[in-house]
Every structure is written in C-alpha cells, then in structure tokens.
C-alpha cells in the first residue's frame, strides 16, 4: 500500500523533470492528475478512519474493514 509520502516525493520528481516533448507533457500530466487524485483518496480515508474509528486495509484483491465501537 503506498503512503502520502510515497507519492509526494513521485509529484517532487515530476516537477524537478520537466518533460521535453509534446507527448511527454500529456503522459506526466496525466500521471500527475493520477497521483493526486490517488493522495486525496488516501487523505479522505484517514480523515473518515480517524473521525468514526473505522479502518480499511487492502491485501490483493481483498478489502477489509474494521469498525470500532462502545458499548
């Protein structure tokens, strides 16, 4: 599973390589506008974990969630 920091430091590589090439500007725009939206998912999921003590993890193809609760 990749962190916010993993795909912080692939948005810092992109910004620090400037594409050479028309086609090049589209696939790292592309790739850029990839990882973002995969870093809001990934800051949306910590905020709704933390707010309602819920917790999904993923392994493969499988998706576990985890519900905390008072009694």
Known sequence: MRTREDILAELAELKANPPKSFSGSIAKTAKKNELISEL??????????????????????????????RK
């Open 40 to 69: 809001v998912r990934i800051e949306t999921e910590e905020q709704y974990s933390s707010e309602s003590n819920n917790r999904k993890l993923s392994f493969d193809d499988l998706e576990i969630n985890i519900s905390i609760t």
